[in-house]
C-alpha cells in the first residue's frame, strides 16, 4: 500500500486509527535547521481531537514523539527524521460488524474488495484522519524551514454549508489588498480557537455545525490556504508543477473531493481579458498586477501568493440509520453508525491544508528551485 510522497523531501505515513501508535519518516531534509518542538506542539494542537465542541470527543494529546533525525541541539541532522505519536483512547469494539455492513461514503467496502476481510477496520484503519496527525509533524517541520526563508502559509475554514468566511485578500496585489492579507494572517496566528478570519462568521457556523449534530448529521465546508514569500521560479511544466504536487498532496488528505488555485472553477464563466494577469514593472522587476492563477503558470510560481482551496465532504460516519448491505448474508441491511465522530471534519482539516501546501513547497523548491534572480517575491 503506498504511503510515501514526495520527489527530494519525500514523507512516509504509517499506522491504523486504532493501533498502538500512527507516526511518519521524512527524509531530504536539509541539515543544521532547528527544530522548536514547542511551535510544533502548538501547531499539533490545532488539529488534535476532543479540544472543542464541535469536533469528536475521542481526545488524543498529540504529542509527537522524534525517535531519529535530530542532533543533540535539536537541529536535523541529515539523516530520516522518524516521529511517533500514540494513540491512548481507542473503542476498537465500536467497528467490529465493519467487515460484513460497510457504512456509505466510507471506505469499507472498497477495502473489503481489495483485501477481502484482512484490513483493519477499527476507525479506519489506515485509511483514517488520525493519519493526519503525523502528516502534521512533517508539515509543521516544513513550516518551519519555510519561514526561514520568509515564506509564510496560513489557512481558514472559508465555508460551512451555505455559511461563509472573508476571503483571502490574494486576488488585487496592490499595496491596499497586501497589506489586507498580512493583517489576516496575523488573525489566524493569534490563537483563535476557531479558525476563521471573521468571528462573526465562525459563531455562525458552530451554531450550524452544533445544529447539525443535534439532528445526527454531519456537515461539510471548503477551507482556503495560501502561501506568500515564494520567489518565481519553483515548480516544473506538466506532471512536477507546483499545482501537480500541491493537489497530490491534498487529495492525500481523508474528505477531500475538490481543489481549486486562483481564481478556480469561476474562470471558466470570465473572458480572457478578465482573467489573465497583467504585467507591470514593479521595484524594477516585472510583477503580475492580479493573481487570477493563484500564484503559478505552466506549473510555476509567479512570485505572488499561491493560493488553493479543497473542499471537504460531510462526515459520512453518522447517528442516522441508513441502507447499507450484508456482504456476508448477500443481503440488504440497515446501519447506524457507532463511535465518536465529527459533525464536521473542515475546521479540523485547516492545519492540514498548511502542511500540506508547506510539504509540497518545500518539496517543490528543493526539487526545482528558482533560477532566474531577477524573477522575486512579489
Known amino acids: 500500500m503506498p504511503s510515501t510522497i514526495g520527489t527530494v523531501l ?150 460551512v454549508a451555505d455559511v461563509t468566511d472573508e476571503p483571502f485578500c490574494a486576488t488585487e496585489l496592490d499595496d491596499a489588498s497586501r497589506t489586507r492579507l498580512t493583517q489576516q494572517m496575523d488573525a489566524l496566528a493569534d490563537g483563535r480557537a476557531f479558525p476563521v478570519i471573521d468571528t462573526r462568521a465562525g459563531e455562525a457556523m458552530q451554531e450550524r455545525i452544533a445544529q447539525t449534530r443535534a439532528e445526527g448529521d454531519s456537515v461539510g465546508g471548503v477551507v482556503e490556504c495560501v502561501c506568500t514569500g515564494l520567489p518565481a521560479g519553483i515548480g516544473s511544466p506538466i506532471f512536477d508543477g507546483i499545482e ?60 505572488a501568493p499561491v493560493l488553493f482551496r479543497m473542499a471537504v465532504k460531510p462526515t459520512p460516519s453518522i447517528a442516522q440509520e441508513q441502507d447499507s448491505v450484508d456482504l456476508m448474508a448477500g443481503t440488504d441491511a440497515r446501519l447506524a453508525v457507532r463511535g465518536r465522530h465529527d459533525p464536521c471534519v473542515a475546521p479540523r482539516a485547516v492545519p492540514v491544508a498548511e502542511a500540506a501546501m508547506a510539504l509540497a513547497v518545500l518539496d517543490s523548491w528543493l526539487a526545482w528551485p528558482a533560477s532566474d534572480p531577477s524573477c522575486d517575491r512579489y
Open 244 to 303: 501537480s504536487t500541491i493537489a497530490r498532496m491534498v487529495f492525500g488528505i481523508p474528505a477531500v473531493k475538490g481543489l481549486e488555485f486562483g481564481t478556480g472553477f469561476a474562470a471558466a464563466g470570465l473572458r480572457g481579458s478578465q482573467n489573465n494577469d497583467r504585467y507591470r514593472m514593479r521595484d524594477g522587476r516585472p510583477a503580475p498586477q492580479t493573481n487570477h492563477a493563484g500564484g503559478n503558470l505552466g506549473g510555476i510560481t509567479t512570485g
Open 10 to 159: 519525500t514523507v512516509t505515513l504509517f499506522g491504523q486509527s486504532h493501533s498502538p501508535a500512527v507516526g511518519c519518516v521524512v527524509e531530504g531534509l536539509p541539515s543544521g535547521h532547528h527544530v522548536d518542538l514547542d511551535e510544533l506542539q502548538a501547531f499539533m494542537d490545532r488539529r488534535a481531537p476532543g479540544r472543542a465542541s464541535w469536533t469528536t470527543p475521542r481526545t488524543e494529546a498529540d504529542i509527537p514523539r522524534i525517535v531519529s533525525g535530530l542532533n543533540e541541539h535539536g537541529r536535523t541532522c541529515g539523516t530520516p527524521l522518524a516521529a511517533l505519536i500514540e494513540n491512548t483512547n481507542t473503542r476498537s469494539q465500536d467497528y467490529d460488524e465493519l467487515r460484513r455492513v460497510p457504512r456509505p461514503g466510507h471506505a469499507d467496502f472498497t477495502a473489503q474488495a481489495k483485501w477481502h476481510g484482512e484490513q483493519d477496520v477499527a476507525g479506519g484503519g489506515h485509511f483514517s484522519a488520525r493519519l493526519t496527525a503525523p502528516l502534521c509533524v512533517a508539515g509543521g517541520i516544513a513550516l518551519q524551514l519555510l519561514a526561514e526563508r520568509g515564506v509564510r502559509v496560513a489557512a481558514h475554514l472559508a465555508a
